[in-house]
């Protein structure tokens, strides 16, 4: 890994936005297409299989989506599924709006719109590190998302032929890239509280039957908490 | 379901995901955000990532496996030690991956 130039004037560092992007890639070609799998064989069209990863792209509800079409569920109830599945971002969104005050407005809104679990904590990293700049953190951004078309297109044409993505524990690179993304955020003994805090009350909610909202109010409760504590301790100081 | 009712479905979706990820980006950015809520800000990626990861290896079907039996529970401290001594993403993704696709090959 060789040190990373956050000088005034960017360089066109392909590489290095190819290497960013790379583990999201990797991560995206699997789900991608084990939800195409999954896809064709809860009865949507490849066009349609498609289309959703184009106009949405959120994983984990394209997911649940597929589930609930094949159950034949009310499209509001789908829709609304969907908002309530994906209303996460919300707070990813604001987190990172501080380092975009710069940014053209159509920049922030291409950006929005490829706005990942994955990209966020890819990002987020980044930014901490003063790599925002609009042009490679956006094209890191289609390089992901297409990846993640490019899976669910493959997955859709080979859905008839496979049944099942568990011997090639497909279903794992979601759980593996939370992983990674959890670890490498966790800066001190503080992060590190926070993050087994939010991470047992999100599982308590989820066992107390909130089982859409579990991760949206761990996350407000235990961001709130390290807030409280940070404060506290700059008072002391 | 109609070919139609598909399509407008989707492009429901599309709108409900998209307006959550634009809004605070867009209203929030040229904003000078109190303390509070800036260090509050800051602990959001740690806690959302926590809050995603547990449920996530954890959740089988719809309930909670906490047995030797749940193979990502194993799977995720291998995985865990990769992302916090090489900091690398695709390595853990990777290796991940590999170890629960060796650990169902043995366990059927």
Redo the contacts between chains.
């Keep these: 890994m060789t040190e990373i130039q956050t000088s005034s004037f960017p360089k066109p560092a392909w590489g290095h936005t190819l290497s960013t992007a790379m583990p999201v890639v990797l991560g995206y070609l699997p789900i991608g297409f084990a939800y195409g799998v999954l896809a064709i064989n809860a009865g949507l069209s490849i066009f349609q299989i498609v289309l959703m990863s184009i106009i949405v792209y959120a994983g984990s509800s394209q997911l649940i989506a597929v589930s609930l079409f094949a159950q034949a569920i009310h499209p509001l109830s789908i829709i609304a599924t969907t908002f309530i599945v994906n209303l996460r971002h919300l707070l990813m969104s604001a987190a990172l709006a501080p380092h975009l005050s710069e940014w053209k407005k159509r920049q922030v809104a291409l950006f929005s719109f490829e706005l990942t679990d994955e990209s966020f904590g890819v990002h987020s990293l980044r930014f901490d590190r003063g790599e925002n700049q609009p042009k490679p953190t956006i094209t890191i951004n289609i390089i992901c998302q297409s990846a993640w078309i490019l899976g669910s297109f493959l997955g859709a044409v080979a859905g008839n032929l496979i049944q099942d993505v568990r011997p090639f524990a497909l279903d794992y690179a979601l759980p593996a890239m939370f992983i990674a993304l959890l670890v490498l955020q966790i800066k001190n003994r503080t992060y590190l509280l926070i993050a087994v805090f939010s991470a047992i009350l999100s599982l308590i909610l989820w066992q107390f039957g909130v089982t859409q909202w579990h991760v949206i109010i761990a996350t407000i409760i235990a961001a709130s908490i390290g807030a409280g504590v940070d404060t506290w301790q700059n008072q002391q100081s | 379901?109609a070919?139609s009712?598909?399509?407008?479905?989707?492009?429901?979706?599309?709108l409900?995901?998209?307006i959550?990820?634009?809004?605070?980006?867009?209203?929030?950015?040229?904003k000078h955000?109190p303390?509070?809520?800036?260090?509050?800000?800051?602990?959001?990626?740690?806690?959302?990532?926590?809050?995603?990861?547990?449920?996530?290896?954890?959740?089988e079907g719809d309930q909670?496996n906490f047995s030797t039996s749940n193979l990502?529970l194993w799977?995720?401290i291998p995985?865990?030690l990769?992302?916090?001594k090489k900091?690398?993403?695709?390595g853990?993704?990777?290796?991940?991956?590999?170890v629960?696709?060796i650990l169902?090959?043995f366990i059927p």
């Excluded at chain 2, 009712?5 to 599309?14: D, Q, R």
């Excluded at chain 2, 900091?87 to 695709?90: D, G, P, T, V, Y």
């Excluded at chain 2, 853990?92 to 590999?98: D, Q």
């Design positions: 379901m070919e009712t598909v399509l407008i479905t989707l492009v429901g979706m599309a409900v995901t998209y959550p990820r634009l809004i605070p980006a867009w209203f929030l950015r040229d955000l303390a509070f809520l800036i260090a509050w800000l800051r602990y959001v990626p740690v806690a959302v990532l926590a809050a995603l990861l547990l449920p996530s290896l954890l959740i909670i990502y799977a995720a995985a865990g990769v992302a916090w900091k690398s993403l695709f853990t993704v990777i290796l991940g991956m590999l629960v696709a169902r090959w």
